[in-house]
């Protein structure tokens, strides 16, 4: 049952990503096209700019988590190749998770309030609450417990997991 909810998060979490994305690419295209190849009658959208850098917000929160699911932090990796006892290595990397699940539920809480105060906010130039943006910070942080819980309840069946997805994609 884990396994299914984790799945369907998993590829929820990736179609979002990949929809946000399609959507920054045409919008801002269609910007570039409208600012420099069109006669002089026809602008870029007045908040097309803004609606781009703000969907960017998502993407960065969605695929924090992405990172974590796939444990592809570079530095945290350096560090602990370092560390030659695997009982010691062991004790760290648990510290560092519970260290990353302690941070990311301050980041879960305060980024709740931050959307709940920005609610009657609206983008300049169109009529949209800042807070639709401000929710990809507790959204984003929210899927990363998400992962740092199944691999804490997983453990080392987490990591083989991810080492195995890793192997199969390179031979693709």
């Known amino acids: 049952m884990a396994s299914l909810i984790y799945k369907t998060v998993n590829k929820a979490r990736s179609i979002v990503i990949i929809s946000i994305l399609v959507f920054t690419v045409s919008l801002c295209i269609l910007q570039v096209t409208l600012r420099y190849f069109t006669f002089i009658s026809m602008r870029p959208f007045a908040w097309g700019d803004e609606i ?39 004790i760290v990397e648990y510290v560092l998770d519970v260290v990353a699940i302690i941070v990311f539920l301050i980041i879960t809480y305060q980024g709740y309030r931050y959307t709940i105060t920005n609610v009657t906010s609206y983008l300049q130039n169109i009529r949209i609450s800042m807070a639709w943006f401000y929710a990809a910070i507790p959204v984003g942080a929210l899927l990363c417990l998400f992962e740092y819980g199944y691999r804490l309840a997983l453990g080392n069946s987490y990591k083989m997991k991810v080492l195995e997805n890793r192997k199969t994609s390179n031979k693709e």
């Open 52 to 90: 781009v850098r703000l969907c960017s917000i998502w993407v960065i929160f969605l695929g924090v988590s992405l990172g974590i699911r796939e444990n592809s932090h570079f530095s945290v990796d350096f560090f602990l190749n370092k560390i030659t006892s695997n009982n010691a290595r062991k």
